[in-house]
């Protein structure tokens, strides 16, 4: 009898992204005050953990090893982006709106076919992307039965026609 290979469990999730920043106010400003987590808890005034419902954490910020740095550099090695999922897509348009109403710059938007996606950077440089899962009865396949994923443009007016729904 031939082994499987082993996959992790299906139910296993990301649980939480630790961030290195150069000033935790500036960062408390985007990721509480503009996205909306909520602080949880903090470690002085070195560390704050924020999250979406009620969980302990799931972006850590920390300025142990980075208070006061420059941004890393954009073609080295590291983190690409953050990606935080909303429950809806009408959830992704009121993100958008508080981001419109702020001024704050977007670096992309996508339709990726099982997602829709906005893409913006924190203060300290560091990816996010703010998207939404269309239901999986929704995403292309190939023939093969693999995904047909892709990055079209989005259809940024009609998200925020989802706010009058």
């Known amino acids: 009898m031939e082994k499987q290979p082993y996959t992790i469990p299906a139910q296993t999730r990301i649980g939480h992204v630790h961030l290195k920043v150069a000033d935790l106010e500036r960062a408390l400003h ?67 709106d508080r981001l419109l109403k702020a001024g704050y710059p977007l670096t992309g938007a996508a339709d990726h076919g099982v997602s829709e996606a906005l893409y913006l950077n924190d203060p300290d440089g560091n990816g996010v992307e703010l998207y939404w899962d269309r239901p ?30």
């Open 30 to 96: 985007f990721y509480r005050d503009l996205l909306g987590l909520e602080l949880t808890t903090m470690y002085g005034d070195q560390a704050a953990f924020l999250s979406a419902g009620g969980y302990h954490h799931h972006i850590g910020l920390n300025t142990w090893y980075s208070k006061n740095a420059s941004p890393a550099p954009l073609h080295n090695a590291g983190l690409f982006h953050t990606a935080i999922l909303y429950p809806t897509r009408k959830d992704l348009a009121v993100a958008y």
């Open 136 to 165: 999986r009865d929704q995403w292309p396949h190939r023939p093969d039965g693999s995904l047909e994923m892709y990055t079209e443009m989005l259809d940024l007016e009609g998200l925020l026609k989802e706010l009058d729904k």
